[in-house]
């Protein structure tokens, strides 16, 4: 008989013990959270809470075993902690399961568009932020009405920059493509002190989104507009992108808002 291959947990002692990460994966509230984390981002306990439809002291408690077992690592920025899959090997894992497993029902419907609501598009102060924030600061990035940087969080070489609050290593500015944007638009910048264009580093996308004077003078005319209305799915952050909104983001900023959705 040939030699035996080893793997990730067959050590010198015998066979792996799958039990142990079978049973930390398969309480539901736990299998939520680590699906959620599957995309490579790193994601505070509340929202990893509202993915899981549990309340944040239960997900305390669940993320806690998750990272005593081994499948998530947390890594603390200011005050903040983010919790991650803990290493290639982990996500190599989900994603074999996820593949054999059959969908999984929302147990709780509630819970489950709420999650997913804060995550497409919500209020950050007072502009906008999650998937419709950082795709709308990329369409400025790309078409040249905000220049200075490329919108990426990147951890390992920020040096004030932190998640989930206002960032601090890069200066955007709004071109002269810009102001004819807003003008086309007609968005109305307020004079005064506020920084005109400032930006935050997403809590949910790690990327980011614009902030300042110009970000929410833009939530201020979308609102106007009706692309965008408030209290999305009950959460009173939840941006709803409006039918009149969907047409404006594509003809606009070349958004697919359904395609973010998805």
């Known amino acids: 008989m040939g030699e035996r291959r080893g793997g990730p947990g ?49 997900a305390s408690a669940h993320l806690s075993r998750l990272v005593s077992g081994g499948l998530l690592r947390v890594r603390g920025q200011g005050r903040h902690r983010y919790y991650e899959l803990a290493s290639a090997e982990v996500v190599a894992a989900l994603e074999a399961l996820a593949r054999l497993a059959p969908p999984r029902p929302v147990r709780s419907l509630r819970a489950g568009t709420r999650a997913h609501a804060l995550r ?57 493509a810009g102001w004819e944007l807003f003008s086309r ?12 264009t400032a930006y935050c580093v997403d809590w949910t996308e790690q990327r980011h989104h614009l902030a300042g004077a110009a970000g929410s003078a833009l939530l201020t005319r979308f609102e106007e507009l009706d692309w965008v209305r408030r209290g999305a ?10 039918d009149a909104g969907r047409l ?14 998805a």
Not at 154 to 176: C, E, H, I
Not at 233 to 242: C, D, E, F, Y
């Open 248 to 261: 404006g983001f594509a003809e606009h900023f070349a958004i697919d808002t359904e395609a973010l959705a």
């Open 10 to 58: 067959l050590g010198a002692g015998g066979d792996a013990d799958f039990t142990t990460p079978a049973e930390l994966i398969g309480n539901p509230a736990r299998s939520a959270m680590l699906l959620a984390l599957l995309d490579g981002r790193a994601l505070p306990m509340s929202m990893l809470a509202s993915e899981a439809g549990v309340a944040p002291s239960t």
């Open 233 to 242: 799915k009950g959460a009173p952050r939840a941006l709803g992108v409006t």
């Open 120 to 176: 497409l598009a919500r209020t950050c102060y007072d502009h906008v932020a999650g998937h419709l924030g950082v795709a709308l600061m990329q369409a400025l990035l790309e078409a040249g009405a905000v220049v200075g940087g490329d919108g990426r969080h990147d951890p390992r070489v920020a040096r004030l920059d932190r998640l989930s609050a206002p960032g601090r290593d890069l200066d955007y500015r709004l071109t002269d």
């Open 185 to 196: 638009l007609g968005v109305v910048v307020p004079s005064g002190r506020r920084r005109l």
